[in-house]
């Protein structure tokens, strides 16, 4: 079985301030670790993901996540806040096809 | 290319009566797959479809919920009869066979059972 926790449903940082979004998993097999993204009125929109290789993984919009095995993280960084970043943000963790979420993250930017 | 489009957007809809939501996958995309987020809750796995054929089914809630896809193009997911505990937003999603989760979501339908 495989699960996903999110730190926090809502988090607040200022604009132009490090962006930090928490996400622990827990998984029998070796995961495929996401992180998405919802725009309002808007579909999930992937941000990155880890498969293999390298465990520093870099996405759109300055977005990255450190795939850490010892720790069972997976945390998402950008090192500086913009406008445009208000969204709620998902990670996920993949098996046999399907997509096990966490509950999301509700990033607000302060001006 | 055009992306995954769901309709309605919103549907509000007394309990007891029936709704349908409709998904167009990604042309040439062969898996498609439907999502459920309850307000508040984590986003949850209803089923997958490889081509029209139901490859796991394993997160439908309960037998008033059918999925379909005729020909191996769009799905449809219809409610019947619709419970207040529906109410939430639908998402679905289609991708190309085996591609690592290369999944492309559309935008969702809100449902509302009231």
């Known amino acids: 079985a495989q699960s996903v926790t999110q730190l926090g449903s809502h988090v607040s940082v200022s604009e132009g301030a490090l962006v930090l979004l928490r996400c622990n998993y827990s998984?029998?097999?070796?995961?495929?670790l996401f992180w998405y993204v919802q725009y309002p009125n808007q579909g999930l929109q992937l941000l990155l993901k880890y498969t293999t290789g390298a465990t520093l993984v870099k996405g759109i919009n300055g977005f990255e996540a450190e795939f850490k095995k010892s720790e069972t993280s997976f945390h998402l960084t950008k090192p500086s806040a913009h406008m445009s970043d208000a969204a709620e943000y998902f990670c996920?963790?993949?098996?046999?096809?399907?997509?096990?979420f966490g509950t999301g993250t509700r990033l607000t930017i302060i001006p | 290319e055009a992306g995954v489009t769901q309709f309605p957007s919103h549907s509000v809809i007394e309990k007891g009566q029936t709704v349908t939501l409709r998904c167009d996958p990604i042309?040439?995309?062969?898996?498609l797959y439907w999502y459920r987020r309850v307000m508040g809750k984590e986003i949850k796995f209803l089923l997958h479809?490889?081509?029209?054929?139901?490859?796991?089914e394993s997160g439908m809630p309960n037998n008033r919920f059918l999925a379909e896809r005729t020909g191996g193009t769009y799905s449809t997911l219809k409610v019947q009869p619709a419970e207040l505990e529906d109410s939430g937003v639908y998402f679905c999603?289609?991708?190309?066979?085996?591609?690592?989760?290369?999944?492309?979501f559309g935008s969702g339908t809100r449902l509302t059972v009231v």
């Open positions: 999603a289609s991708s190309q066979a085996r591609t690592g989760y290369g999944y492309t």
């Open positions: 998984s029998s097999v070796p995961p495929y």
């Open positions: 996920a963790v993949g098996g046999n096809e399907k997509l096990t």
């Open positions: 042309s040439g995309h062969d898996n």
């Open positions: 479809f490889v081509k029209e054929s139901k490859q796991d």
